[in-house]
């Protein structure tokens, strides 16, 4: 171990050293193996060690990896917008090298769309408080995750939508009175910076700060009404929710909403390169061409040739191997194991989730399912409980709640869908 590596606990135990993978499986360097319950951060979509996206990988960088995209474009780059779109309904695709960056790019698009149509004023955002949207500064303006306070006074002050938690908040009241409370609140926030609003920014199923929390049906598109009603555009942070994790390329499409703009990433690279991208409508696009007709702005790296032949290949195998099929078939037994182990278990309080985005909420008070207080430490305890057990999950960080993450790559099979339920429910009785 080398004391000059920065990790996020920089005092804390020592980490396992992972050295190879395969499917959804990690083995460390004593040889240990471990079940990726969460594919890593929600981005091993299709598993480690794929040979289809290793053989491109390796095919791309005897090729070609780099040429700046100020002076070439390339092919598998120009594949992967046509595929990418093709997969996903959107118009065109700006690509960078993470969802931070998405995040960051949709932030500026929206606000040179409304530029091009000369109203300079739209460049207020509304977003969830309870709500991850990267580490970046913008990233964090829109977040009320607990990343933000170590950023201070540095980020914006956005001001939060009322953001789906049924398990805290919904309370006694049916979906379509819980929902009617929300949109009155937010009919109020849109009144406000009616003149000022550029967009709103969602996650269509809540990840990293909330666990898998899935919106009424109604809400969603009662944003997007507010959105068309005040003329602010829809945004859909899809880095988590994106490429098939819930079970729809996109998860908005699920809630019957079409979003101006959506941001993905974790699965679109799924562990085998960095690349996301910030996906525009046509109305989106039409305008940006029609105005000043160029994009301001871009990273170094975004839209290299070798992680576009990757993400492509990476595409490819999502498409033909009958990957959304087997998320299918496995979700609803992964669901139904987990809300048996919240029957079962005192410390479980709540399953939840849609497609292979799934979650399980703790507290060590079952009777009022009070959230722990200092928040972030049960969580952290129960998953490292769990890696020890062999199987990984990811505790949600927003200071929020204390949940578990459990999001396998969508290719795991009903066997081993089975084994993690299996060390889960060791691991929560232990
Ligand atoms: C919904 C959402 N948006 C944006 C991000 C930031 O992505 P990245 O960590 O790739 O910068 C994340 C990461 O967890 C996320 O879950």
Not at 76 to 97: I, K
Not at 320 to 344: D, F, H
Request: glycine share 12%; net charge negative; with cysteine.
């Amino acid at each position: 171990m080398s004391g000059r590596l920065l990790q996020n606990d920089l005092n804390g135990p020592p980490m396992p050293t992972a050295v190879r993978a395969e499917g959804v499986w990690i083995t460390d360097v004593a040889g240990k193996r471990y079940l990726d319950g969460c594919s890593g951060a929600i981005v091993s979509n299709i598993g480690h060690g794929h040979p289809r996206v290793v053989r491109a990988i390796c095919d791309q960088a005897s090729r070609l990896t780099f040429a700046h995209r100020t002076a070439f474009t390339t092919e598998p780059l120009r594949e992967l917008a046509d595929a990418l779109c093709m997969f996903t309904g959107y118009d065109a695709a700006w690509f960078v090298g993470s969802g931070s960056e998405a995040t960051e790019a949709a932030i500026q698009l929206a606000v040179q769309f409304h530029r091009e149509r000369g109203d300079r004023k739209r460049t207020w955002f509304l977003s969830f408080r309870r709500g991850y949207h990267g580490n970046t500064l913008g990233g964090l303006s829109l977040s009320g995750n607990a990343r933000r306070d170590a950023v201070l006074n540095l980020v914006h002050d956005f001001p939060s939508l009322p953001e789906p938690y049924a398990y805290r908040d919904r309370g006694d009241r049916s979906d379509s009175e819980w929902t009617a409370g929300m949109l009155a609140t937010a009919r109020l926030l849109f009144e406000k910076y009616d003149k000022t609003l550029a967009g709103i920014v969602v996650e269509p199923v809540g990840g990293a700060t909330m666990g898998a929390t899935v919106p009424p049906a109604g809400y969603l598109p009662g944003l997007q009404e507010l959105c068309d009603e005040f003329g602010g555009l829809f945004i859909a942070d899809e880095v988590m929710t994106g490429m098939g994790r819930c079970g729809t390329a996109m998860a908005a499409e699920q809630f019957g909403v079409r979003p101006d703009i959506a941001v993905m990433g974790k699965g679109l690279g799924a562990g085998y390169t960095p690349i996301a991208a910030a996906l525009v409508s046509p109305r989106v696009h039409e305008q940006l061409r029609a105005g000043s007709g160029r994009i301001l702005g871009g990273h170094t790296y975004a839209g290299n040739p070798l992680s576009a032949a990757t993400a492509l290949a990476v595409l490819r195998v999502v498409r033909e191997e009958g990957v959304l099929e087997n998320a299918a078939r496995v979700a609803p037994r992964l669901a139904a194991g987990l809300a048996e182990i919240q029957q079962r278990s005192d410390l479980v309080v709540d399953a939840r989730g849609l497609g292979m985005l799934q979650a399980i909420e703790l507290s060590s008070d079952k009777a009022t399912g009070r959230a722990p207080d200092p928040q972030g430490v049960l969580a952290r305890e129960v998953a490292a409980r769990a890696a020890a057990n062999g199987l990984i999950l990811y505790p949600t960080t927003g200071g929020v709640n204390d949940a578990l993450i459990v999001a396998p790559p969508l290719t795991i099979t009903d066997d081993e869908a089975d084994v993690l339920l299996e060390k889960l429910a060791n691991t929560v009785r232990a």
